[in-house]
């Protein structure tokens, strides 16, 4: 019995350490293909949890054979600029913006972020790089990978597609045993 209770109390302690481990801020992201070679990254902040101090974010363009970054929309309120990548030192592009008015307010998502640019035939848009920083003193608070956005259109959840398939092979069984002739997929 104690060895269960200590073993509980060490479970328990993992869950919270890895809880508090989360990140409070993140950056989300679509893609969209606009014809041809050029793509358009669309950014959101959410800023939310135990709240992040940050006035400036970063995100990284590391993917081989992308040129002309270009800044489509800001939000009212940041300065955004974009570094174009050097593929002869080689080093990557990235885009930057740094909020004018202090540190960025809780909450989210803050959206209103694009980047255009051009890309090789056969580019896959995916996760990128991030940085989130405190510019006085010039600090890096949080790193990370951005998020895919979460699709307006709400996806059935997995518990209910198991329940789905588990109704269906009932309802298949139910016919055989009443000699329902099912054919088997070929």
Same mark, same amino acid.
């Given at each position: 019995?104690?060895?269960?209770?200590? #073993?509980?109390?060490?479970?328990?302690?993992?869950?919270?350490?890895?809880?508090?481990?989360?990140?409070?801020?993140?950056?989300?992201?679509?893609?969209?293909?606009?014809?041809?070679? &050029?793509?358009?990254?669309?950014?959101?902040?959410?800023?939310?949890?135990?709240?992040?101090?940050?006035?400036?974010? &970063? =995100?990284? +363009?590391?993917?081989?054979?992308?040129?002309?970054?270009?800044?489509?929309?800001?939000?009212?309120?940041?300065?955004?600029?974009?570094?174009?990548?050097?593929?002869?030192?080689?080093?990557? #592009?990235? +885009?930057?913006?740094?909020?004018?008015?202090?540190?960025?307010?809780?909450?989210?998502?803050?959206?209103? +972020?694009?980047?255009?640019?051009?890309?090789?035939?056969?580019?896959?848009? #995916?996760?990128?790089?991030?940085?989130?920083?405190?510019?006085?003193?010039?600090?890096?608070?949080?790193? #990370?990978?951005?998020?895919?956005?979460?699709?307006? =259109?709400?996806?059935?959840?997995?518990?209910?597609?198991?329940?789905?398939?588990?109704?269906?092979?009932?309802?298949?069984?139910?016919?055989?045993?009443?000699? +329902?002739?099912?054919?088997?997929?070929?």
């Amino acid at each position: 019995m104690k060895a269960l209770k200590l #073993g509980l109390r060490a479970t328990v302690a993992a869950l919270l350490l890895a809880a508090g481990s989360a990140q409070a801020a993140l950056v989300e992201y679509s893609a969209t293909w606009l014809g041809g070679q &050029t793509w358009r990254y669309d950014y959101q902040l959410v800023n939310s949890g135990p709240v992040v101090a940050f006035d400036e974010f &970063t =995100v990284y +363009f590391d993917a081989p054979g992308l040129s002309n970054l270009s800044v489509s929309a800001s939000p009212a309120g940041w300065s955004s600029l974009v570094v174009q990548p050097d593929p002869q030192i080689p080093d990557v #592009g990235y +885009f930057d913006a740094l909020h004018l008015a202090g540190l960025v307010p809780a909450g989210g998502p803050l959206t209103g +972020f694009s980047v255009m640019f051009t890309a090789l035939q056969g580019f896959v848009p #995916g996760s990128q790089r991030y940085e989130l920083v405190l510019s006085d003193p010039f600090t890096t608070v949080q790193t #990370g990978m951005t998020e895919a956005a979460v699709s307006a =259109v709400p996806l059935p959840a997995p518990a209910l597609l198991l329940l789905a398939g588990l109704g269906l092979g009932a309802a298949v069984r139910r016919r055989r045993a009443q000699g +329902f002739d099912v054919k088997e997929p070929a």
